[in-house]
């Protein structure tokens, strides 16, 4: 025996090895076929926490699976680097963002490096570095010239204490996160990329997409939102000055006759026509500016309209007289900014109407018997067929859209048309740590891109956080410059971009990176697209989406020949643990509390405590485990062996201080197995079949993404190869078990591969290959009886002949013991499966 596995020791010395021989420096020449593994790069909020080494460990399996594999691995790491929290940390702690920002950088590479992931550190990108944003802002440029950039004014979050723009997420309940202040909504002159010339593109290569959750693609597919429908104008009932009507999308042509009013966006040009005359009216839409501008908030909103003047008529009665509200509810940049009401069967039009008193009228039913059933409760949004509807009375909604759409074309008041839910991408923040706008704004030539060899608009160090605001607005020099085009004074864009930019194409620049340009398009398409993208669901929208943009985009621009960014996408579940929370309700943390008996207890004061819900790791629940102490008390190995093994991998994982040391104690026992030098001779057959079926199924499992079945299958090899006797086979089955475990335990199998003496390093050498003869199953189990009772279990070859199953089961000590000599008087072979004795 050579004692224990000590990880203290073992992890450094194999990470320093693999970092010596390069091993995992991906080789854009090399012949072999290449295999991109990604998982989205992390946020530097300062420490590695369980969810990352979740999601890490999953992705190095594969690429250490694929590597061995024999083939050429891409998997890169880098640093999602820009950010709002590194400007909470420059205001909370008068530190300046990018200090804080590359020690956390710091710290985590450390952490991520103990773990032993399989990663090309020479690849390593931050994104808040200039070598990377000044590319990031000549693609930019790229898409300026394109035309799929363009600028135009848009609704921010307006904090009217701070005076400052406020992010969606600093607006907590329609307040400010710092000032509680209510929200307002302003319009500012923002940047816009035109993600919606890809809509139909993007929403067209969901299908492709096959390795995708089909949730993901579904969550895709509603949010680009593709609705086919019928836009067409109410006409004023009585002439009115500049207003020729009102145009309205619609999805439901088939409800038109359950139109019970007409409604506006506050932003629609009538309203503020309106508003205009009308001091009520422009109360009523400056109340409807304040409240957050995200959807969510406007969602959640009470409705509420204004009732306008203006009355139009309904364009399938001339009799028939419509009122027009300013609503809450309607979106300005949907449709055309207006609809028509249906409150029978729109819950938002049914509320509408309930508070404003407006009819309420059936034109959808189940049958035609039931057309005379009144609406109540709420609105009935069902399939059927039209009631109350004149000459539409029994048609299906399909066929009464299709009538619709037909008679309005025919007659001209109105077209088939598609609306799309998605929206142009507005790329501008007004905050200091992001990519610099490469734009100059001059008085007479208008916006200016930046000349490329002016690249990268780098960002002053000298900033102050001391008031609010961008503070890249407030610099007394960095925005005054020269216009590029006629040399008179001018100004910089002081708006930075979206980190989601900065996000849409870091894994070009990890397959390519000069240093003269973004990427290198040839040897980027060696790479890409990314095999297998891991990550979490909460980026199941707009990340993928936008990155699915940029690259469509520089595509479209003959930059990169790649549709798709992702071939694979996997999204994990999450890492989660117990809470507790002491007798005030205040939330304490997993080592502040002990279990005495049944009972938690909270170490300090020794009062009882209250286990909460098993939720996800957060620092808002305190129920988070600092992933380096565990690290080092248990090793890299059972960390990464635990967060594989007990959960399927798209399913949240409980931590547990057991299932850690269960990993560990696993751990152990396979280098116990190793150091068991007992030689043998001999074949063992068995063992030989259990072997090459879990070669097999490991293989299969890893492929699928089930690491938990890989997990057990290598559990099942470790019992099976413990209880057999020595033998040659046996020996062999613990090379191969050290070379299948390595992808997840890779320190462990190092250690031990040197000890058996194998060649040079693990990760180096090839998957075990399997026999397929051998995974079928020959053996079987017959049963014996005697008399219909079972007396004996024989193993015997599969397909043995009724001959030979009888002289083996007359054979059988049990059967010759029960006999006592007398002969049977009838034998009955059921082949494979059961003999039968007759006494
Ligand atoms: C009449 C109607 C009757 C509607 C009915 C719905 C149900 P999707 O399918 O998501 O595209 N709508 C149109 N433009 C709007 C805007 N700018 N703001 C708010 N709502 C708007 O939604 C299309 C439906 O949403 C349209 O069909 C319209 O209401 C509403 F029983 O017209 B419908
Ligand atoms: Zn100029």
Redesign the pocket.
């Known amino acids: 025996m050579t004692g224990r596995f000590d990880p203290a020791e073992a992890d450094r010395r194999w990470q320093a090895r693999w970092a010596e021989q390069r091993c995992f420096e991906a080789d854009s020449e090399s012949a072999k076929p290449k295999t991109y593994v990604l998982e989205m790069f992390p946020y530097p909020s300062g420490r590695i926490h369980m969810g990352h080494v979740r999601n890490y460990t999953m992705g190095d399996v594969i690429a250490r699976y694929r590597r061995m594999q024999g083939h050429e691995v891409l998997h890169p790491m880098g640093w999602d680097a820009f950010g709002m929290p590194a400007e909470n940390a420059a205001m909370e702690r008068g530190v300046h963002p990018g200090q804080w920002t590359w020690h956390n950088i710091e710290t985590m590479r450390e952490q991520l490096k103990q773990i032993g992931f399989a990663l090309d550190w020479s690849r390593e990108l931050a994104t808040c570095d200039p070598t990377y944003y000044g590319h990031e802002q000549a693609l930019f440029l790229d898409l300026f010239d394109a035309g799929l950039v363009y600028r135009k004014e848009s609704e921010v979050n307006w904090d009217p204490v701070d005076m400052t723009v406020l992010a969606n997420e600093q607006v907590i309940d329609g307040r400010g996160w710092r000032s509680g202040a209510l929200v307002e909504r302003r319009k500012l002159a923002q940047w816009f990329l035109k993600i919606t010339d890809f809509a139909e593109e993007l929403l067209d290569g969901l299908k492709t997409l096959d390795q995708w959750p089909d949730k993901v693609r579904l969550m895709q597919e509603n949010w680009i939102?593709k609705?086919r429908?019928l836009q067409f104008r109410f006409r004023p009932a009585e002439p009115v000055d500049s207003i020729d009507g009102v145009d309205?999308?619609?999805?439901?042509?088939d409800?038109?006759f359950?139109?019970s009013f007409v409604a506006i966006?506050a932003g629609h040009p009538i309203a503020q026509a309106l508003a205009a005359q009308d001091s009520e009216a422009a109360e009523f839409i400056a109340e409807c500016q304040r409240g957050g501008t995200s959807l969510a908030d406007i969602e959640a909103a009470e409705k509420q309209g204004f009732k306008t003047a203006l009355e139009v008529v309904h364009p399938l009665d001339p009799e028939w007289r419509l009122p027009v509200y300013i609503a809450n509810?309607?979106?300005?940049?949907?449709?055309?900014?207006?609809?028509?009401?249906?409150p029978?069967?729109?819950q938002?039009?049914f509320e509408f109407a309930r508070k404003y008193g407006l009819p309420i009228k059936r034109v959808?039913a189940a049958s035609s018997e039931d057309a005379s059933l009144p609406i109540t409760g709420e609105?009935e949004?069902i399939d059927g067929v039209a009631v109350n509807s004149r000459f539409l009375d029994g048609l299906t909604g399909e066929q009464a859209t299709a009538d619709i759409i037909r008679r309005a074309e025919e007659a001209g008041w109105g077209k088939g048309t598609i609306?799309w839910?998605l929206r142009d991408w507005g790329v501008s923040r007004q905050r200091y740590w992001g990519t610099p706008i490469p734009i100059i704004h001059c008085g007479k030539c208008g916006a200016v891109p930046v000349p490329r060899d002016q690249l990268p608009v780098v960002l002053p160090e000298d900033v102050s956080f001391d008031a609010p605001g961008n503070p890249l607005d407030r610099h007394p020099t960095w925005k005054h410059v020269d216009c590029p085009s006629c040399g008179g004074e001018a100004m910089r864009e002081t708006d930075t971009l979206d980190t989601f930019v900065d996000s849409s194409w870091y894994f070009i620049r990890f397959a390519s990176q000069p240093n003269d340009r973004p990427f290198d398009r040839a040897e980027a398409e060696q790479w890409l697209p990314v095999g297998q993208y891991i990550g979490g669901v909460e980026h199941a929208i707009l990340h993928l989406l936008y990155a699915r943009f940029w690259t469509r985009a520089l595509q479209h621009l003959g930059k990169l020949n790649v549709a798709e960014p992702f071939t694979g996408l996997f999204t994990q579940g999450m890492v989660t643990h117990e809470t507790y929370r002491a007798g005030d309700g205040s939330w304490l943390s997993p080592d502040e509390v002990r279990k005495d008996g049944d009972d938690w207890i909270h170490i300090e004061s020794g009062h009882p405590v209250t286990p909460g819900r098993i939720e996800k790791m957060s620092k808002s629940r305190r129920n988070t485990i600092d992933p380096e102490p565990i690290l080092a008390k248990y090793g890299a190995d059972a960390v990464r062996w635990f967060m594989l093994s007990d959960s399927p991998p798209e399913r949240d994982l409980e931590w547990s201080e057991a299932g850690i040391e269960g990993a560990a104690r696993f751990v152990q026992r396979v280098w116990r197995l190793a150091s068991d030098q007992r030689s043998g001779e001999g074949n063992d057959e068995a063992l030989q079949r259990k072997l090459h079926r879990v070669i097999a199924a490991v293989g299969e499992a890893i492929d699928g993404l089930q690491f938990n079945k890989a997990v057990a299958q290598l559990y099942e090899l470790v019992n099976a190869i413990e209880k057999a006797p020595p033998s040659t086979t046996r020996a062999d089955a613990i090379r191969s078990l050290i070379q299948l475990i390595a992808p997840m335990a890779p320190h462990l199998a190092e250690e031990a591969w040197a000890l058996l003496g194998g060649d040079g390093l693990v990760v180096e050498s090839a998957w075990p290959s399997f026999d397929p003869a051998l995974l079928v199953d020959d053996q079987v189990t017959l049963a014996i009886q005697i008399n219909g009772k079972l007396r004996d279990t024989l193993s015997a070859p599969r397909g043995l002949p009724r001959e030979d199953a009888e002289a083996l089961a007359l054979a059988s000590d049990k059967v010759q013991r029960q006999l006592a000599g007398a002969s049977p008087r009838k034998v009955i072979v059921v082949p494979d499966r059961l003999v039968n004795i007759v006494a």
């Open positions: 939102g609705s429908g309205v999308f619609t999805t439901r042509p409800t038109i359950g139109a966006a509810f309607v979106l300005m940049d949907y449709g055309t900014g207006a609809i028509f009401g249906v029978g069967h729109d938002r039009d959808v609105a949004v609306a839910r």
